[in-house]
């Protein structure tokens, strides 16, 4: 009943309808790697809002190179950890991040380098703040930078992939995207792979600043997908078995429509005498 299955017609129709449910397959195992992946993020964020700040050297590596590198990026575990750190300010060498978005306001991050006692830096997110009037571009009025050592108390932020060029305008460096490694080359001191992200400072940052929210990565779409992708393929499988059997009945003659009766042949029924 089912030889047609071993026609070079239907053959071509099984391998085509295996490739197809292998590669959904293999696109919802892609999706239940970036799910777990951003899963992990989000319990890091979650575990880093409640641990006490250990020092800097302990989740961020050390730059080891000469001036304008930067060093190692943290492991996975040590991003959004808290940390301190303490050391000086250098005002003359802060970066606007342009077009950074906070309660739906398109302004600024501002970065200071904050240089420690062994020659290196990191970069320090100190907030958002507004851009000047006249445009989402116009460069912000900032505070004095705070004199002497400041301790610093935030996150472990990596570096933002696809960082484009670093202009300096007004005297101010700008860029469109956190890369650390990018900003180190305009920076007169070797700098740490990542940045930290304020969250309190002593002495105590300006109010002008608004603290950069933290959000949660979406993970559960990526969940979604994987359910997705996962019912597509069977689904796939699905109807090539119900395409193949509707073709064995038609085979067999089982879809034929049946005939309908002709009443006018029948018999008439005899009368009683």
């Known amino acids: 009943m089912y030889r047609f299955l071993l026609t070079p017609r239907w053959l071509g ?15 919802g195992n892609w999706q239940l790697d970036r799910y777990r992946g951003r ?16 020092p800097l050297r302990d989740a961020v590596p050390a730059p080891t190179g000469g001036s304008g590198t930067a060093g ?27 077009g950074r978005t906070v309660d739906s306001r398109v302004g600024f991050e501002v ?5 420690l006692a062994d020659g290196t830096a990191v970069l320090v997110d100190q907030g958002w703040v507004p851009p000047a009037p006249g445009g989402a571009i116009a ?14 108390v935030g996150r472990v932020h990596p570096s933002e992939s696809g960082a484009g060029p670093v202009d300096r305008r007004n005297g101010r460096l700008e860029a469109r995207r956190i890369g650390v490694p990018r900003l180190a080359r305009e920076l007169p001191y070797p700098v740490h792979g990542a940045y930290v992200l304020l969250d309190e400072q002593t002495p105590a940052a300006d109010p002008v600043f608004q603290a950069v929210p933290i959000g949660h990565t979406n993970n559960w779409q990526n969940f979604g997908y994987v359910v997705q992708w996962w019912l597509f393929a069977a689904m ?19 879809d ?17 005498a």
């Open 72 to 98: 190692p990026a943290p492991a996975d575990r040590a991003t959004w950890s808290r940390v301190t750190v303490t050391g000086r300010y250098d005002a003359t060498n802060v970066v606007l991040v342009r």
């Open 39 to 54: 899963t992990a993020i989000n319990e890091r964020i979650d575990a880093g809002s409640r641990m006490a700040p250990v």
């Open 13 to 27: 129709i099984l391998a085509l309808t295996l490739v197809a449910a292998a590669v959904m397959v293999q696109l």
């Open 111 to 115: 970065l200071t380098p904050l240089v």
């Open 236 to 254: 796939t499988l699905f109807g090539y078995g119900w395409v193949a059997r509707r073709e064995a009945r038609r085979l067999a003659g089982g």
């Open 256 to 272: 034929r429509p049946e005939q309908p009766l002709d009443r006018a042949a029948e018999p008439a029924p005899s009368t009683p």
């Open 139 to 152: 460069q912000p009025q900032l505070p004095p930078v705070p004199q002497g050592e400041v301790t610093v």
